[in-house]
């Protein structure tokens, strides 16, 4: 579905189905695809179910360090000490809030032998989604000076990423249960919508983000998804924090501006 919306929108905007880009701009973008959205993907969905939701996103909020030493060890990106200094607050707010969840959770403990293959799987989505955009930088840049289109930067991490997983469910033996999951029309209208704000919407605006700052920055704004949230929950399902949460997300909002000054 995302593939279908990107196309469309890359004919609209730029005129042509498929990206013009050089043969290596494919292949970084490509590879930032498959580790960041495939494996990265993979690791936390896999993640979900072995130790929970809340649990899972907690351990993902150190992809920004991942994103940072790809960058670092891809592209010579530094750290600056007030960007340092802004990551670590927002991290800070990031995990605060996720605790304050875990309080009101309803998720039961995981046995130890599933929450240690559950850590496993968060660690790997961390490096995937923070090494993926460190990839997706290095592909963006290379042999121009201007940064790739950012919609032509997330068509091609899509199709390749796409191509990685459908070869993994074939390989799995799984189709026919995608052939089942088609046909649940609920579960296929929220996927749909779910497709058009985040693989669609949101991956165009992080390309945006990974031009324009470094990869460590921008992951952790990328990261503020359990912050940005608390308003959401509590405006359509009247789910109130209390001020644990509330002092969480004034910290990482701080850890933001403090970002928007280096």
Same mark, same amino acid.
């Given at each position: ?106 998720? #039961?403990?995981? *046995? ?5 293959? /559950? =850590?496993?799987?968060? !660690?790997? @989505?961390? +490096? ?77 605006? #992080?390309?945006? *983000? ?5 990869? /460590? =920055?921008?992951?952790? !704004?990328? @990261?503020? +998804? ?37």
């Amino acid at each position: 579905m995302a593939i279908g919306l990107l196309v469309f929108a890359h004919i609209i905007l730029l005129g042509a189905i498929l990206p013009v880009a050089s043969s290596g701009q494919w292949f970084w973008m490509g590879l930032s695809g498959i580790v960041g959205l495939g494996i990265g993907d993979f690791g936390l969905f896999a993640a979900y179910i072995a130790i929970g939701p809340r649990r899972a996103v907690l351990i993902q909020a150190a992809s920004p360090i991942f994103a940072a030493v790809g960058a670092y060890l891809m592209l010579g990106e530094g750290f600056s000490p007030l960007s340092a200094v802004g990551v670590t607050v927002t991290l800070t707010g990031i995990v605060v809030v996720l605790l304050e969840r875990g309080e009101k959770s309803d998720e #039961s403990l995981a *046995a130890n032998k599933r929450k240690s293959w /559950g =850590v496993f799987f968060g !660690l790997v @989505s961390a +490096m995937g989604q923070g090494f993926g955009v460190a990839l997706s930088k290095k592909g963006m840049y290379l042999g121009v000076s201007v940064a790739m289109n950012p919609l032509s930067a997330a068509l091609i991490r899509m199709l390749l990423a796409g191509l990685f997983v459908w070869a993994c469910v074939l390989f799995a033996g799984r189709l026919p249960e995608v052939q089942r999951a088609v046909k649940d029309r609920e579960g296929i209208k929220y996927t749909a919508g779910g497709a058009l704000i985040g693989p669609f919407l949101g991956m165009t605006l #992080s390309m945006v *983000a990974i031009a324009n700052a470094q990869a /460590g =920055v921008a992951q952790t !704004l990328m @990261s503020l +998804m359990p912050v940005i949230i608390i308003p959401v929950v509590w405006i359509i399902y009247r789910e109130k924090t209390n001020w644990r949460g509330i002092l969480g997300a004034i910290v990482a909002i701080i850890g933001v501006a403090i970002l928007f000054l280096t």
